[in-house]
């Protein structure tokens, strides 16, 4: 277990009407229009190369089915501020069950190993802490994927469990 002075801060975000921005990244709500051209394969100039990659396309369908999914607690996509390219998705899976909510997140391979995702992982983590309720934020990673096990170390997860297929990190709200 990490000790609270090696935890990373949560409070590695700021807000902007419904996007919410860290040093290097935005991550803003899916658009109905974002949606849609995922869904539909429609490419958009403000993409990076390689997005959306498979696992933005299961997030669109899901949100696509589920417009509340695209709600201040729902799933966003990761925009890198200096090109203002997409290059990934992060969102809760909202609502709370108990006080916990679970989170996911993908990067393109052309902007994997630059720090994006636990930049990211940081900033939704503080913000699901600022909803009413909400105590534990979580997230489970296939043991097949190392990669992001760290990910989740560097963005202040700790592994609490695991099985045979996945392991289960997990952190929890600071004192208040």
Known sequence: ??????????????????????????????????????????????????????????????????????????????????????VGAIGLFWPPDEGSVEFGYGIVPSRRGRGYAPEAARALVAFAFTAPGVHTVCADVELSNPASCRVLEKAGLERWSSDDRLARFRVTAPER
Do not use: N
Request: aromatic share 8%; glycine share 10%; hydrophobic share 35%.
């Open 1 to 86: 277990m990490s000790s609270p002075s090696s935890s990373p801060s949560f409070s590695s975000f700021s807000s902007s009407g419904t996007d919410l921005l860290t040093d290097r990244l935005v991550l803003r709500p899916w658009s109905g229009a974002e949606t849609t051209a995922v869904v539909t394969g429609t490419r958009q100039p403000h993409w990076a190369a390689d997005f959306p990659a498979d696992g933005d396309r299961v997030i669109a369908g899901f949100t696509a089915e589920h417009p509340q999914a695209r709600g201040p607690y729902g799933q966003r996509q990761i925009i890198e501020r200096a090109s203002g390219l997409v």
